[in-house]
């Protein structure tokens, strides 16, 4: 707003400037965490002379990408179409009615980095509108042509097989850095939905490489700079291969789905190394990300405090690390975080990123002071840090709530919860899910020809940043509806009560009626009647070209989610409707998949939840026989495994989804009034289990060792 460019907000008005004025749009999409969009800001729209050029020759239209990523998603496809590019800060240029003829990320202010100037850029840009209009309306054909087979996966319908699986697991094995962890070259990034799925991979056949791919994978990452050594929790992703220098930026989606990982990973090895990861990531995100009055997760922190810095704030001098320490703090502190006067920023040299470069039995023995000592003057190193880090100038915490993003961290608190046995944990997880089902729901829409007045809709907005700022109703995209059956799925689990698995039915089913393709199979993106507001007719721009998400981009891609949220929910209804669709949404991308590699990972995991039927573990009792079975169940990992728990009096019908009441209440072990367990699968019980060890047997798990 402070900027001298007039920008518009996406919306009828800027196109309709556009149009009544012949000029061309100029939109730019970003976000509040991304750096080279601040830049950009600085450089270029702060600078008089350019916004001289755009409020002379075209309609400014700004758009943020997380709230509206139906926007985002199929600019960048019409972007990479034109360049082969895209990313953060996306300049794309539009005829009057929106379709792209040209664009492209960063502009610098003048030529360098092999790229015009941005000035230059718009002159050339505004002159060929005016002088060459017909091959500009050509260049937009064919982009949108373009932007309507991006991920549409024509021809490509397929079995859906564990041969797809194994085809992407080989694929991940094969990018894996065995010496640094991860996988790829440099810039490099987590990809959580790869790491479950070798996790479970591991779970499924004890295959000891997958294991030592995760395994170094994870302790790499958390050892590394990416990783945020006093707060905890994750970077977006890492400059450089050894996970040292990373972006700064901190997203709750990278963290969500982190926490999982690690949660798996504890469960699968018996590393505590792990577990103390997982808690370090919620401290992060109950401390920065958490709505601790009202529920909810924030959007994410930025990387920087202002224009003018890069990591600042995350990062450290040899002196501001020693006047924040004694003596002997810094000296293993400079040990253990590899503290020195030459660091690892090139911006500035003498900043440090924190990350650990030796453990504590070398830095005992380098130093001839006991290990216990050592760890002592490190918690007390990294406790007077973090409170002089606090003391800096902060970046900013985007506290907007989206509905989808939520859906996820409240089903990453529900598993790491359970599994670490933190009930603040669940407790805050539960909460945040309340919120969403209060705040996050809108009345039901009618699709034409069809009764569903009784569906909820979904906001893909929950709450913004500014609560004094004006309400944008955005409508929820198929990402939200995906994660909040999911996470509603998630919360009967932790709690078996059945309001949470009523809103998980209500909401799929809102989504197949919106959202699934009755023809071809799979889910679009948006809903049929795409509008970007309420009561926005017809779509504006290029938001009615259809699209099926079917790619890890950064978060788990909707389609495979849809159908591991159907494929759960078919488990406990035993209505083959949900199972059909999951099919028919595996099926349209099964003859392309294997091509995707770990961009798949999400569609391999709603897979192995087709091939292999969910197994529900449903513990009955409230004494401590009780309390085993129910820890026991919940030390293995399993992706295609629930774990139930019951006080014996809530077995009865009525208090349970069709599946199980058609079996459970009928157990003679019921009438014996006796903790037990039971394991479920394809709509049969096996016979009670009575003690931990026999229920370990039972579950197969691979042996853990704690190495």
């Not at 850029?121 to 017909?134: M, P």
């Not at 994750?234 to 982190?258: A, G, I, Q």
């Not at 040299?349 to 504590?360: T, Y």
């Not at 083959?576 to 590699?597: I, M, N, P």
Request: net charge negative.
């Amino acid at each position: 707003m402070h900027q001298p460019i007039r920008w518009h907000e996406w919306g009828e008005e800027a196109f309709a400037s556009a149009k009544l004025e012949n000029k061309p749009i100029l939109l730019d999409i970003g976000a509040v965490w991304c750096h080279w969009c601040h830049v950009m800001d600085r450089e270029s729209y702060d600078d008089p002379e350019v916004a001289k050029i755009v409020n002379e020759h075209f309609i400014a239209v700004k758009v943020d990408r997380d709230e509206r990523p139906d926007i985002d998603s199929r600019y960048q496809a019409a972007v990479g179409a034109l360049t082969g590019q895209g990313g953060w800060p996306l300049t794309g240029f539009l005829t009057s009615d929106g379709k792209p003829f040209y664009g492209g990320t960063y502009f610098p202010p003048q030529d360098q980095y092999g790229r015009p100037s941005f000035k230059r850029v718009l002159l050339a840009i505004a002159q060929a509108y005016r002088e060459k209009h017909g091959e500009v309306i050509e260049q937009d054909n064919q982009v949108t042509s373009a932007i309507s087979q991006a991920e549409a996966f024509s021809g490509s319908r397929g079995d859906v097989s564990d041969e797809l699986v194994e085809t992407i697991v080989d694929s991940s094995l094969r990018m894996f850095d065995e010496r640094n962890g991860g996988f790829g070259s440099a810039p490099k990034f987590p990809h959580p939905s790869a790491l479950d799925l070798l996790i479970d991979h591991f779970a499924r056949t004890g295959d000891e490489h997958v294991r030592d791919v995760f395994v170094t994978t994870l302790e790499k990452m958390a050892r590394g700079g990416v990783y945020d050594q006093l707060a905890g929790g994750f970077h977006r992703y890492s400059v450089d291969e050894r996970w040292v220098v990373p972006h700064f930026e901190k997203m709750c989606y990278d963290n969500s789905e982190l926490l999982k990982n690690y949660a798996h990973a504890w469960q699968a090895t018996g590393n505590r190394f792990f577990a103390d990861v997982a808690g370090d990531i919620i401290r992060w995100m109950d401390d920065w990300l958490s709505d601790r009055e009202r529920g909810g997760f924030y959007a994410s922190q930025d990387a920087d405090y202002s224009m003018d810095d890069d990591g600042d704030y995350f990062t450290w001098t040899l002196e501001e690390a020693k006047a924040a320490l004694t003596a002997e703090e810094f000296e293993i502190a400079a040990l253990y975080y590899d503290i020195h006067e030459i660091g690892e920023m090139h911006h500035n040299p003498a900043k440090n990123v924190l990350f650990v470069r030796a453990g504590i039995e070398e830095i005992a023995s380098r130093v001839s002071l006991g290990e216990e000592r050592v760890r002592d003057l490190l918690v007390a190193a990294k406790k007077k840090m973090y409170a002089a880090r606090l003391a800096r100038s902060t970046p900013y915490v985007d506290k907007t709530v989206y509905t989808g993003w939520n859906a996820m961290c409240i089903s990453a608190y529900l598993k790491a919860g359970r599994v670490l046995g933190l009930k603040d944990v669940l407790d805050f997880a539960l909460r945040s899910l309340d919120r969403l089902l209060g705040e996050g729901l809108e009345s039901g829409r009618a699709a034409a020809g069809t009764d569903e007045s009784a569906l909820p809709a979904l906001r893909h907005v929950i709450a913004y940043s500014d609560p004094q700022a004006e309400r944008r109703e955005t409508s929820g995209v198929l990402d939200d509806y995906a994660f909040a059956t999911i996470a509603c799925l998630d919360g009967y689990e932790a709690t078996s009560d059945m309001s949470y698995f009523r809103f998980a039915q209500k909401i799929a089913d809102a989504m197949i009626a919106h959202f699934f393709d009755p023809v071809s199979g799979g889910f679009f993106d948006t809903p049929e009647n795409v509008t970007a507001s309420p009561g926005e007719q017809p779509a504006l721009g290029i938001l009615d070209s259809r699209r099926k998400p079917f790619q890890d981009s950064p978060t788990p891609a909707g389609n495979p989610a849809a159908a591991i949220a159907l494929l759960r929910l078919h488990a406990y209804t035993n209505d083959v409707s949900y199972r059909d669709k999951a099919e028919q949404t595996l099926a349209v991308f099964a003859g392309g998949a294997d091509k995707y590699g770990m961009f798949a990972a999400t569609y391999a995991l709603a897979v192995v939840q087709f091939r292999q039927p969910q197994t529900e573990v449903v513990v009955v009792g409230q004494d401590e026989i009780a309390d085993q079975l129910y820890r026991t169940a919940l030390q293995s990992v399993s992706l295609g495994k629930a774990v139930l728990r019951f006080p014996s009096s809530a077995i009865v019908p009525q208090d349970l989804p069709l599946a199980l009441a058609e079996t459970l209440p009928n157990l003679p072990a019921l009438r014996e009034k006796r903790s037990f367990a039971v394991i479920c699968s394809s709509f049969t019980c096996q016979p009670p289990i009575f003690d931990a060890a026999e229920m370990s047997r039972q579950l197969g798990a691979p042996s853990r060792s704690a190495a």
